[in-house]
């Protein structure tokens, strides 16, 4: 382990709550994913990884909640600190007994189980009683009432945004302190990313959940989040507080579309504007 | 009219009968939707489990005992194949896992043997084996109580399976291995309790079959009638098992009877096979076979 990083202790309530210094990723025992990351997420705070199709994003989330392993990748450098404690020994299930909960790319409900059964699986890590799971449901149909609609449907039969609400919901029954959110906008309408990002919102100001938002949509996630970092092919070329990014240039023309050259990527940025950013 | 009585006899001893296939292609596919792997050990379990319930009984226990002695083994052995073998495959391609199944089906079988020898045992649970008249139509008392205790079994393991947490869980791991270590059900749990229950289902085919045949090595084959079952009504589905022991029971003993003269009978023994590749031809995700989902 590198970066031996100041493993405070879960009581002290200073430190970020998720911290990944330089962390390193190989697939299948040679591909090369993530080249020394380093991110971190405050307590209460909303942190957003940004980054074009294939940069990284998912594969740090993953390389958090311990689940590469069943895809044949493997954290080969750096650490994780999650509440004070170092996690390589940890498997997803303990960490998410201790409230750091994923919500895959992509939804992953359990298509033949219903809304409700989804959901109440959420709580699977709980050891607690009935009456305390069934106020923890309620409080989750509050958040997403169409879901209280819903709940005797098959997941696998529910709209696109449904199923996202389903599985956010999902990791709600498990009291997250955290949740790695990747990608919530994928083929979402805008009406209903808004909605998304709203419940967000709220449930970071009324849960305290913090949240780790991975998302390609970087205007949407910047404005729901405090501070971003930028990856690019397994490595981290910017972060910032999520307002000066909003209006940096780089991020305008490459990520935000708004410059006159198209989307490209910091690669393709002039030598010197890239020195500069090295620089400043 | 009796030409009819005797068809309705033929069906009927045929579906009594199946629902045995129905129970070991159960194991199979509980074992198969949880974990992927085809496990061909399942018929040896059937063996193991008749072995030792019958090696506890005429060590002096009431059956009763000689049920829960066995069942507390059958759930050691889904922890140990878990511990020490599965564990660490994980990730390994499905082909491997099965050898692996293959290598345990040996080894239980010579396991099983080495404890309790290999001279048949008798194995007398007091069901009664007489012909039985409803109306014009003789059955067998015998199928029609293993057939109650089959659908006993059955309906138990549907409740289970909706109303439990952990009949849940492996719901879910059977549709999402992803999504289930996401919210941190963890795998080993849910194999053990996977195993446990064809383990259990194992024991209740093992006691069916054993007291009908004698408990003898004969009986782990029974799992091959489960193959042409599993094809049937797909490997995928609880219903497609059960529904696929009824039609390869009740055919095969249709086809014995009514078309067994032409080709000078033995039709029993090949026939399932047969159906099964006809299905196999026209709807090769079996009757039944997991639906995709794909909404609209
Ligand atoms: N299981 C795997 N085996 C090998 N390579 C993989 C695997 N999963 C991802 N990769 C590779 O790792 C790189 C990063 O992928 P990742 O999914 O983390 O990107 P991402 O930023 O989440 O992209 P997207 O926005 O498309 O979701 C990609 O080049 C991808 O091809
Ligand atoms: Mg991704």
Known sequence: ?280 | MDELYFFLEVLIGGLLSGTLYSLVALGFVLIYKASGIFNFAQGTMVLFAALTFVGVLELGAPALLAAVVTLAVMVVLAFAVERFIFRHMVNQPQVILFMATIGLAYFLEGLGQTIWGTEVHVLDLGIPDRGLWLGPILVSQFDLVAAAVVALLVAGLGVFFRTTTMGRALRGVADDHQAALSIGIPLHHVWVAVWSVAGFVALVAGLVWGSKLGVQFSISLVALKAIPVMIIGGFTSIPGAIVGGLIVGASEKLAEVYLGPFVGGGLENWFPYMLAMLVLMVRPEGIFGEKIIERV
Not at chain 1, 42 to 57: D, E, F, Q, V
Not at chain 1, 156 to 164: A, M, P
Not at chain 1, 270 to 277: A, D, G, N, P
């Open chain 1, 1 to 280: 382990m590198t970066d031996a990083t100041t493993a405070t202790g879960p009581d002290d309530a200073s430190g970020p709550l998720l911290s990944a210094n330089n962390i390193e990723v190989v697939y299948n025992r040679v591909i090369l994913v993530l080249k020394g990351v380093s991110l971190s997420v405050p307590r209460g705070g909303i942190t957003a990884l940004l980054g074009a199709n294939g940069a990284g994003k998912t594969t740090t989330l993953k390389a958090i909640s311990h689940i590469l392993k069943g895809e044949r990748g493997e954290v080969t450098r750096g650490s994780i600190v999650y509440d004070g404690t170092e996690t390589e020994s940890l498997t997803p299930s303990d960490l998410v007994r201790k409230g750091l909960v994923q919500v895959m790319e992509g939804r992953h409900c359990f298509e033949h189980l219903t809304v409700e059964e989804n959901l109440l699986l959420g709580a699977y890590t709980r050891s607690e009683s009935r009456a305390e799971r069934r106020e923890q449901l309620d409080k989750t149909y509050a958040y997403f009432p169409r879901l209280r609609d819903r709940r005797h449907t098959q997941a696998g039969y529910i709209s696109g945004g449904e199923q996202q609400m389903t599985a956010i919901g999902r990791a709600l029954m498990a009291r997250p302190r955290m949740i790695l959110l990747d990608e919530p906008s994928m083929g979402l309408a805008p009406q209903l990313l808004a909605e998304i990002f709203g419940i967000v919102d709220r449930l970071n100001r009324e849960e305290k959940v913090s949240f780790l938002l991975a998302e390609q949509n970087t205007h949407a996630a910047l404005k729901h989040s405090d501070y971003g970092y930028i990856l690019e092919n397994g490595r981290v070329v910017m972060e910032g507080a999520s307002e000066q990014l909003t209006e940096n240039s780089d991020v305008k023309e490459f990520y935000l579309g708004l410059g006159e050259s198209g989307r490209r990527g910091f690669r393709d940025a002039k030598h010197y504007r890239r020195r500069k950013r090295w620089l400043s």
